[in-house]
């Protein structure tokens, strides 16, 4: 069975900082790209970021750059959002993502995995 469990969300202060985890299970994602979404309360879904399991940053969305890191650690299969100077904005629920494809990360409608979502609030 096909898993992808985020976790690391919470409740932090503006300027804070966050690392989301994500633990991908029940098949090889060695040739997939691992992407974040977000989706704030009466918003669409929207990219944050993602990479390639070797580490390669594919594309980042604008509203994040220089603020959040995508990693992983392949050993244990997980992919990580490092989230730092947060903003009231940034919150939302976050999902991390599996897609077959090495273009058009940015587009959700490439991914046919999802974990389940964390919620990440940041008070002002």
């Known amino acids: 069975q096909v898993q992808l469990v985020e976790s690391g969300g919470g409740l932090v202060q503006a300027g804070g900082s966050l690392r989301l985890s994500c633990a991908a299970s029940?098949?090889?994602?060695?040739?997939?790209?691992m992407g974040w979404f977000r989706q704030a309360p009466g918003k669409e879904r929207e990219f944050v970021t993602a990479t390639s399991w070797t580490g390669s940053s594919l594309y980042s969305a604008d509203s994040v750059k220089g603020r959040f890191t995508i990693s992983v650690d392949n050993a244990k299969s997980t992919v990580y959002l490092e989230m730092n100077s947060l903003k009231p904005e940034d919150t939302a629920v976050y999902y991390c993502a599996a897609s077959p494809l090495g273009t058009y990360v940015y587009n959700l409608k490439a991914y046919n995995y999802w974990g389940q979502g964390t919620q990440v609030t940041v008070s002002s």
């Open positions: 029940g098949r090889s994602f060695s040739t997939y790209a």
